[in-house]
């Protein structure tokens, strides 16, 4: 009896059961008998980008070449456009750096503004959404160099080419504590050298956007100032690019720890200048560890003394000795960097209106280099071992061996183009 009961149990299960399939999902649903969730796909499409900006607009300076694709003569493009997606756009890169969103309709419109090297620019933009998936568009932009009716024809470009230039620059001639003394020109001498960065390279500058370079000028040299530009504003650099570093005004000690020295600050205290000057392992620290660059340039007129004489003044208080020595061990914080002191030990940078109507000896005979005297093997292109060794033996006659500029004996590029010579028909 019990077996006859346990098989007519189970041909009703599988009746009923044979039942509950042969309902469609909405019955099934209701009368709860199965239930089958369909599980939703993930979404794989990748947002939609839309290039709306750059165009061809003739007054910005750029207009649209079939081969390629962008021609510009400005240094810097803006970037906009718009990313379309189901599952809704998360980050819209721009290179790697993160473009300003603002929500519209289905997705976001964003906008980048991208600095430009001379020649081939290669403009990647990445728009990623909820579920990771990567939209990618290019765009291409070519810069050209410009050449001046007046100015002859321009050397090979191409080792300006594939990578930016940062710089901090820093010169102080009034300091707001009286016990340090003012100087005549270092600020002038920080005016020229940021001039020269960004004058075109075309007209015998360096051609480095404006926003790429930091100056920071008397009331302006704070402390904090020079700490963010060394440490926050020059980290934009890649590792392809160049960091420069310049410095025009006093150097000193600790008075109470006289091994350790400092760059002195507007605001700097004589007295207290661990909490108020820049110390120099910081820039040594910021080279370490903050700026990516593999090749570094560090231009030093610190190394001084407080006396002044009738026609000539030297620049800072003391101890050239150890800021030379510390220069040094700077120089040893990356792979290619070279500080370039004003001075040997024991030395002090001098500055006069005999040089160029007002500089620091150091400063005109960088400038002076720059413009194309340094260019020892005449091929228009002036390299940093050029500009070295010109500086050093200008700087020493001038001076009647008096100062000794010093570059550090660590590794560096002597190679490194620094600017093409411009003659003037």
């Not at 370490?288 to 610190?302: E, G, L, M, P």
Request: hydrophobic content about 40%; aromatic content about 6%.
């Amino acid at each position: 009896m019990s077996s006859k009961i346990t098989v007519g149990c189970l041909i009703l299960l599988m009746c009923a059961a044979h039942g509950a399939f042969g309902q469609t999902a909405a019955e099934r649903s209701k009368s709860g008998s199965l239930i089958f969730l369909a599980k939703k796909s993930k979404d794989a499409t990748p947002p939609a980008i839309t290039i709306l900006e750059p165009i061809e607009v003739v007054q910005r300076g750029m207009k649209i070449a079939r081969d390629s694709g962008i021609v510009a003569k400005v240094g810097a493009i803006s970037v906009r456009g718009i990313a379309l997606d189901s599952s809704g756009v998360a980050i819209v890169r721009v290179n790697d750096r993160d473009a300003v969103l603002k929500p519209v309709k289905g997705g976001v419109e964003f906008t980048a503004d991208v600095l430009l090297v001379f020649g081939a620019n290669v403009i990647e933009i990445d728009a990623i959404d909820a579920n990771q998936n990567v939209g990618k568009e290019t765009i291409r932009v070519m810069r050209e160099v410009v050449i001046a009716k007046s100015e002859s024809k321009l050397p090979e470009t191409k080792l300006f080419k594939g990578y930016q230039v940062w710089a901090a620059v820093v010169g102080i001639s009034e300091y707001k504590s009286p016990d340090i003394p003012s100087l005549r020109y270092a600020d002038r001498d920080a005016e020229a050298f940021y001039n020269f960065l960004v004058t075109p390279l075309e007209a015998g500058g360096r051609g480095v956007p404006k926003g790429n370079v930091r100056k920071l000028l008397n009331k302006e040299a704070t402390k904090t100032n020079i700490q963010e530009a060394i440490f926050d504003f020059m980290k934009s650099a890649l590792e392809e690019d160049i960091a420069i570093i310049y410095f025009a005004g006093h150097g000193a000690p600790d008075p109470t720890r006289p091994n350790v020295p400092y760059l002195l600050a507007y605001d700097s205290d004589l007295a207290r200048p661990a909490a108020t000057a820049v110390k120099m392992q910081e820039v040594q620290d910021a080279i370490r560890d903050y700026i990516k660059a593999r090749k570094i340039v560090v231009f030093a007129d610190a190394c001084h003394s407080a006396g002044v004489s009738t026609n000539v003044a030297m620049r800072g208080t003391a101890n050239a000795g150890l800021i030379n020595q510390f220069l040094e061990e700077i120089a040893k914080a990356g792979n290619s960097v070279l500080t370039f002191s004003a001075s040997e030990s024991n030395e002090f940078s001098q500055e006069s209106q005999n040089w160029g109507g007002g500089h620091g000896v150091f400063t005109y005979h960088i400038l002076e280099g720059l413009k194309g005297k340094a260019d020892s093997d005449s091929d228009q292109i002036v390299r940093l071992g050029e500009l070295v060794d010109y500086v050093n033996l200008n700087v020493r006659r001038d001076t009647k061996s008096m100062q000794h500029p010093t570059p550090s004996p660590t590794p560096w590029d002597r190679n490194l183009p620094f600017s093409i010579v411009v003659e003037e028909k």
